[in-house]
């Protein structure tokens, strides 16, 4: 069982950074696959980024790759978002999510644990 609870989310002006975290509850956080997905008013659940369980490979959506960042630190078990660069389009509530394997994955449904999400809004 593996409890997320995200933090760091607020209103910031376009061009604006935010730096989101996901604090993970459980002694076996290494052993999961991390992401980060994004959902705005009306839309679906979007992926955004997701890292390996060592923290050594990432992947991005097109749409924020060169501006995010995604990290871990398996010390804190801990999973950060820095957001840069920010457009009135990354507005949405944004979700950590825990999957039960080592590599990558950027499949919704392969992720068991959800936090309750974090409000980000680009203001323009």
């Known amino acids: 069982q593996v409890q997320l609870v995200e933090s760091g989310g607020g209103l910031v002006q376009a061009g604006g950074s935010l730096r989101l975290s996901c604090a993970a509850s459980g002694r076996t956080f290494s052993s999961y696959a991390m992401g980060w997905f994004r959902q705005a008013p009306g839309k679906e659940r979007d992926f955004v980024a997701a890292?390996?369980?060592?923290?050594?490979?990432?992947y991005y959506a097109d749409s924020v790759t060169g501006r995010f960042t995604i990290s871990r630190d398996n010390a804190k078990n801990t999973v950060l978002l820095q957001m840069n660069s920010l457009k009135p389009e990354d507005t949405a509530v944004y979700y950590c999510?825990?999957?039960?394997?080592?590599?990558?994955?950027?499949?919704?449904?392969?992720?068991?644990?959800w936090g309750q999400g974090t409000q980000v809004t680009v203001s323009s």
């Open positions: 890292i390996n369980w060592s923290g050594g490979s990432t």
């Open positions: 999510a825990a999957a039960p394997v080592r590599d990558i994955v950027r499949v919704s449904n392969w992720y068991r644990y």
